[in-house]
């Protein structure tokens, strides 16, 4: 009973920060055929990445291997971006906690013969 107990108090205390206004996980599949996901977060949001993995590693017209990333734009376009993140190529799941805060434009392109799967949270700051 002690551990009954036990177990359930772990599992309320583990649930008691978590609160809908914290934010959203969202996910996507990217093919090699699809479009970039592009968003942009204001000065008052948040992402971060939970999971970035890609099925295998992608092959450029020039035979160059690519690896998906997310890009990050901040301010004018036409600027440089920043690469936040990188993805784990196999089946590898890379857990890269990566946070980007707002203001920011951000960027995943497909991989030609490959497929990127991600997932992150959003949020705003408080």
Known sequence: MKKLALLAFLVLVSFSS???????????VIH?????????LSSRQFIKINSFTQTTVGVSTN????????TVFQ?????????AALAASGFETQTTGTVIAGPMVVNIN????STLFITFLMGENH
């Open 18 to 28: 978590l609160n809908a206004s914290d934010g959203i996980f969202l996910s996507y």
């Open 32 to 40: 090699e055929t699809d479009s970039p996901i592009n968003f942009t």
């Open 63 to 70: 035979g160059a291997t690519q690896t998906g990333a997310v």
């Open 75 to 83: 301010g004018a376009a036409g600027l440089p971006g920043a690469v």
């Open 110 to 113: 497909p991989v030609g013969g």
